[in-house]
């Protein structure tokens, strides 16, 4: 699985996911999606649909992928003297795990987890085609899943694309930009879980 490692104030690694299991994944989500329970009451955003899909992800031809890109992660961390240790699988625990179907004009604002004390994820399933009516092209963020810097000035900007998938602190704070759609019907389906080391 190809990676990429980002020290920005804090270690923000992304990773490539296959295709196939992307695809696993949607469809999993569609067929279960009308039964699944919303996680909006506890998240940030201005978002309709945000369901809690933990028990499907689990059973998952993604969930392997999952689990090596966290130890992936978890060894640059030491690299970088970030920890001290290397927790292996059985002491990672995924406590949250929810997707998000964003449709035109909704958003997540700056926010951090406070139910995690550990680290976040955000993995992109489905990127729609965006309008880009912008006069400046440095001004189009429409979409994008920025990072603050630990300043609370700074920001970098990650493009979405499928198969996406950044691991990085819990406390770090993120953000997704709102945007307009070619097409009204498409969504900018993501999903995020919260994973910590148990005790």
């Known amino acids: ?20 299991q992307i695809d696993d994944l949607n469809e999993r989500y569609e067929k279960a999606k009308s039964s699944l329970e919303s996680m909006g009451h506890r998240l940030a955003g201005r978002i309709t649909s945000e369901l809690s899909i933990l ?13 090596a890109a966290i130890q992936d992660y978890f060894t640059s961390c030491l690299q970088f003297k970030v920890i001290d240790w290397l927790p292996n699988q ?6 949250s795990c929810w997707i998000n179907d964003m449709k ?9 987890h406070h139910d995690a004390t550990g680290w976040s994820t ?13 006069k400046h092209d440095q001004k189009f963020r429409d979409g994008k899943l920025g990072f603050i810097g630990v ?15 950044y691991i990085f602190r819990a ?12 097409n009204k019907n498409d969504v900018r389906r993501s999903l995020s879980f919260n994973f910590i080391e148990k005790i």
């Not at 955000?122 to 912008?134: H, M, T």
Request: proline fraction near 9%; charged fraction near 25%.
């Open 55 to 67: 028990p499907i992800v689990k059973d998952s031809k993604i969930f392997p992928s999952f689990v």
């Open 1 to 20: 699985m190809k990676s990429q490692t980002t020290v920005y104030g804090r270690i923000v690694k992304k990773y490539e996911i296959p295709m196939d």
């Open 122 to 134: 955000v993995l992109f399933l489905k990127i729609p085609e965006y309008i880009n009516d912008a």
């Open 151 to 165: 300043d609370g000035v700074s920001s970098k900007w990650a493009e979405p694309k499928v198969g996406d998938f």
């Open 171 to 182: 406390n770090h704070m993120h953000c997704v930009m709102p945007f307009k759609l070619k």
């Open 90 to 95: 059985e002491q990672v625990e995924i406590i």
């Open 104 to 112: 035109e004009g909704e958003y997540n604002p700056p926010h951090i």
